[in-house]
């Protein structure tokens, strides 16, 4: 229970901390939001806003996860299992899907939905 507790603290630490550096960096590179023109009018105050903010949880749930698992098979002899790079590798891919379509969709200067 510990060690999940910690992992917790890990992951909310990195993504606390990595996500103001993420939103500077991603509004400096012009990657936010692109509002559909017939959608309605108070969706274009969120015209700019940065995307991509899965990057910082992600980064977040890799920090959290490496950080107890290498310590814990310092201490207590239990490392990295399967089951656990199995989940970690989903999670990934799952932001890997959300990071295309947030390129897509400020690559191609449209949000379709």
Do not use: C
């Not at 989940?87 to 959300?98: D, H, N």
Request: glycine share 16%; charged share 15%.
């Amino acid at each position: 229970m510990r060690q999940i507790l910690i992992a917790v603290a890990i992951a909310l630490a990195v993504s606390i901390l990595l996500t103001p550096a993420l939103i500077r960096l991603f509004t400096k590179q012009g990657f936010g939001h692109h509002t559909r023109d017939d959608g309605p009018p108070s969706h274009h105050s969120k015209r700019g806003t940065p995307s991509m903010g899965g990057v910082a949880i992600l980064a977040g749930i890799w920090a959290g996860y490496f950080g107890t698992h290498l310590a814990g098979l310092a201490f207590d002899g239990e490392g990295i299992s399967a089951s656990g790079l199995l989940v970690l590798g989903l999670a990934t891919a799952l932001g890997g899907v959300g990071f295309l379509d947030d390129m897509i969709k400020i690559r191609r200067s449209r949000n379709l939905g």
